[in-house]
Each structure stands twice: as C-alpha cells, then as structure tokens.
Nanobody
Framework: VQLQASGGGLVQAGGSLRLSCAVSGSRLDDYAIGWFRQAPGKEREGVSCIGISASRTVYADSVKGRFIVSRDNLKNTAYLQMNSLTPEDTAVYYC???????????????????????????WGQGTLVTVSS
C-alpha cells in the first residue's frame, strides 16, 4: 500500500488549502485514514481521522471547526480541507492508513487513540503547508 499526500503550499493567514491523500495498491475503504502534522522543532501530532465509515470523523481541538476530513472511496483518495489557516498551522502534513480501522470501536476515536502514530501501518511522504502572517 502506498499513500501520496499532496496539495500543500504557501498561503496567507485566513486562507484555505485542500490536501489530498491518494492510496494505491489497495482499496481505500479497507482503511481508516489519519492526518498528522509536524511543525519545525515540534513532535508530530494527530490532526484528524476518518474511519471506515465516513460518518466517523474526529479532530484535534486546535483544528476543530476549521478543518474537514473526507474520503472518496471511488477515487481511492482522502482529503483534508483546511480553512481559516493561521501561521500556527505551518507544518509538514502526513496522511496515514490504519488497516485495523474496521475493528475500531467508537471508544478508539472518542478516547483519542487515533492520535497515536503506532496505530497506522502505512504513511505518505508528507506535504509542506506554510501559512504566512
């Protein structure tokens, strides 16, 4: 399974970007997809996750209300729509696939376990998002 993240770039504060995560080598609907980011000098953090069911979405508090995660299984692609961007959103963004997604209970998402990198078996290469003030 390979993941290809794209859509990053330079944007002014208040602007928007949409990241894409294209999955190849397998069906997207076999995986839950997580989005992570790593800012310079900081640890990687979980941003959002979408379960096998597109109705199961979770967000970090820092992006809630501004970011929207989605998936298009026909296109084998997941998305992260990022609105009202701030300089604090500047980071390399990664998508990752969890092949145990179909087995995850609701508590996995509500309890924040989706944020743990170890729960994702496959990772994309990252795309840089830079937000200028």
């Amino acid at each position: 399974v390979q993941l290809q993240a794209s859509g990053g770039g330079l944007v002014q504060a208040g602007g928007s970007l949409r990241l894409s995560c294209a999955v190849s080598g397998s069906r997207l609907d076999d995986y839950a997809i997580g989005w992570f980011r790593q800012a310079p000098g900081k640890e990687r953090e979980g941003v959002s996750c979408i379960g096998i069911s597109a109705s199961r979405t979770v967000y970090a508090d820092s992006v809630k209300g501004r970011f929207i995660v989605s998936r298009d299984n026909l296109k084998n692609t997941a998305y992260l729509q990022m609105n009202s961007l701030t300089p604090e959103d500047t980071a390399v963004y990664y998508c990752a696939a969890d092949r145990q997604g179909v087995l995850r209970a609701p508590g996995y998402y509500s309890g924040g376990y989706w944020r743990e990198s170890r729960n994702y078996e496959f990772w994309g290469q990252g795309t840089l998002v830079t937000v200028s003030s």
